[in-house]
């Protein structure tokens, strides 16, 4: 569900341009924008016009293409007002007629009387559908705000976690400097998409791109190393803990062992780099994203190393270079 209640005027003021575009308008109703949509999913309804409303999913967008406006078309021609009285004596959030199909005038004054807003697109039925569904899954989808820093680091999208003061800013401005791109500092926005994909982005747009580096200030990233230095969203593929160094702890140094972090419901790799003087963050991080690219294509280093080292051992050759040592001294 939507955190706040989602209104058919939301949809309509949305500030949508390029392959998300709606380009919608209504054409009457509007008296009933205030009603709220509920499910992010479309129904196509030729059924309920024929007269048949068992399981009638009217709590969704009613999206009518060319089909359905021919067959409204014909049963208006032949007198059958009712079954249009029927159609919206249902709790309907709005009826969308795409290509630019104006239904008559009959129509339109039932959809007023009923209070359903009735909304035009000139796109086609199957671009709209898609445009539409991918919107209503963002604006649906699951959301929480993490405090951390979400950079873009070789095409692999790693959301930096840690204590405060650990240096997650000065890491993402090394990167930036070193080619990469700022999505999010500070307080980033994740949700979940499609259910299996975690999407990250600002939790304010306005300041997203700007970093606080303790000494200096607040900086606009992108003011200063360009906007190819920055991106709006960007998929969550790695989780990187910076954590101070920890003599009684002990760090995985062959990753053959498989972390994961839950993200709303969805496992994101995890791995925890300890920090000291002296170690390189931005180059282990840009080794780590590298690494997980190479997972996501089948490869993985350490369980490689470790088939290797097993092999070695059986050949005889581990057992002929150890009894084979010269131990006198």
């Not at 509920?38 to 967008?61: C, M, Q, Y």
């Amino acid at each position: 569900m939507a955190e706040k209640n989602f209104t058919v005027l939301d949809l309509l003021d949305l500030k949508l341009g390029g392959h998300d575009a709606l380009n919608l308008k209504c054409i009457a109703g509007r008296r009933g924008l205030s009603r709220v949509l509920t499910i992010p999913d479309i129904n196509r309804p030729g059924l309920a016009l024929s007269g048949f409303f068992e399981s009638f999913a009217h709590a969704r967008v009613q999206l009518f293409g060319r089909g359905e406006f021919s067959y409204l078309t014909k049963i208006e021609a032949e007198g059958h007002f009712d079954v249009i009285h029927n159609f919206f004596s249902y709790e309907i959030p709005c009826c969308v007629f795409t290509r630019s199909l104006t239904p008559d005038e009959a129509f339109l004054s039932i959809a007023e009387r009923a209070g359903c807003p009735i909304l035009q697109s000139d796109l086609e039925s199957t671009d709209f559908s898609i445009r539409l569904l991918r919107v209503l899954s963002n604006i649906f989808a699951p959301k929480k705000t993490l405090h951390g820093v979400l950079v873009e680091v070789s095409g692999i999208g790693i959301l930096l976690v840690g204590d405060s003061g650990v240096g997650k800013s000065e890491t993402a401005l090394e990167l930036v400097q070193r080619g990469h791109r700022l999505v999010a500092d500070d307080s980033v926005e994740i949700r979940c998409v499609n259910g299996n994909t975690i999407m990250g982005q600002g939790a304010n747009k306005l300041i997203s791109h700007h970093m606080e580096i303790r000494g200096l200030g607040i900086i606009n990233v992108a003011q200063l190393y360009g906007v190819g230095s920055i991106r709006e969203q960007k998929e969550v593929q790695l989780v990187v803990k910076l954590e101070n160094w920890d003599q009684n702890k002990v760090y995985d140094r062959l990753g053959t062992d498989t972390n994961k972090m839950d993200l709303l419901g969805v496992k994101v790799p995890y791995i925890e780099i300890p920090v000291k003087p002296g170690r390189n963050l931005p180059i282990i991080l840009e080794a780590a994203a590298m690494n997980e690219r190479l997972k996501s294509m089948g490869y993985f280093s350490a369980q490689e190393f470790n088939r290797n080292v097993l092999k070695w051992i059986e050949s005889g050759e581990a057992q002929a270079a150890y009894y084979g040592s010269d131990d006198s001294y």
